[in-house]
């Protein structure tokens, strides 16, 4: 009886685990084919905010995200 409660304990927290696994490695898969951000979409909104971005800043905004990301 505490065997059998314990191995389906046991076979619960390895699957949270197992899931957990896969699902981050998926989101991160799923990340890396199509990144949220692109260097065009910081432009638009560096421009929304009234001001006209370098390129250079506008790699450095990208490096930031991406230095967050890993």
């Known amino acids: ?9 046991f076979g619960l927290i390895v699957g949270i685990i197992i899931g957990f696994l896969i699902a981050r490695k998926t989101t991160k898969k799923y990340l890396q084919e ?3 951000i692109n260097e065009k979409m910081i432009e638009a909104m560096m421009s929304g905010m ?9 790699r450095q905004v990208m490096n930031q995200i991406n230095r967050m990301n890993k």
């Not at 009234?50 to 506008?58: A, D, H, I, L, T």
């Open 1 to 9: 009886m505490l065997g059998d409660i314990l191995l389906v304990i």
């Open 34 to 36: 199509n990144p949220p």
């Open 50 to 58: 009234g001001r006209k971005p370098s390129q250079k800043q506008v």
